[in-house]
């Protein structure tokens, strides 16, 4: 049995947690689980548990397994942070869930915010869609004005480099 501790920030066991859950060994029993588990699935590599928790819907466009894939293994998980939970109980037949995760990807950490939907079909609570929540970026430090040198260090003045 492993003593992995669970990715999705539960500090209960990975074997105990999100790891049934994700081998279809027992089914979520609250939207916030299913959706714990989709992020342990993502840092995993799980790619079917994120294919087999979504609604199918004919009418939709199916996941992107190969790009779903590609940004898994390209990203380096660094955590998921529930923000807030709206239904999604066990006697429930749908609820929100709105969460953040950090990582890291050819180099740039990006956090991706979510409202999570999801319903319950047949017992079963599924993915059904989500809108990312917009953020700010606030710059840090002075811009680069274009007669500067640039700061990718080539010696020549931004305007002529980095700002064309």
Not at 131 to 159: A, F, M, Q, W
Request: glycine residues 8%.
């Amino acid at each position: 049995m492993s003593k992995t501790l669970c990715p999705c920030g539960s500090q209960k066991q990975y074997s105990e947690c999100c790891g049934p859950v994700i081998k279809g060994e027992r089914k979520a029993s609250t939207a916030e689980e299913l959706m714990r588990s989709r992020y342990s699935a993502y840092v995993m590599h799980e790619i079917d548990h994120i294919a087999r928790s979504c609604v199918q819907d004919p009418d939709k466009n199916e996941i992107d397994l190969e790009e779903t894939r590609r940004w898994s293994e390209e990203s380096s998980w660094q955590g998921l942070k529930i923000i807030r939970v709206e239904k999604g109980s066990t006697s429930d037949t749908e609820g929100w869930v709105d969460f953040s995760a950090t990582y890291t990807r050819k180099g740039l950490k990006d956090i991706h915010l979510e409202k999570a939907h999801f319903v319950k079909k047949d017992d079963q609570w599924l993915y059904e869609s989500g809108s990312l929540i917009p953020t700010t970026i606030v710059r840090e430090g002075s811009k680069t004005g274009r007669n500067d040198p640039c700061p990718c260090g080539s010696g020549k003045k931004y305007k002529k480099c980095c700002g064309q």
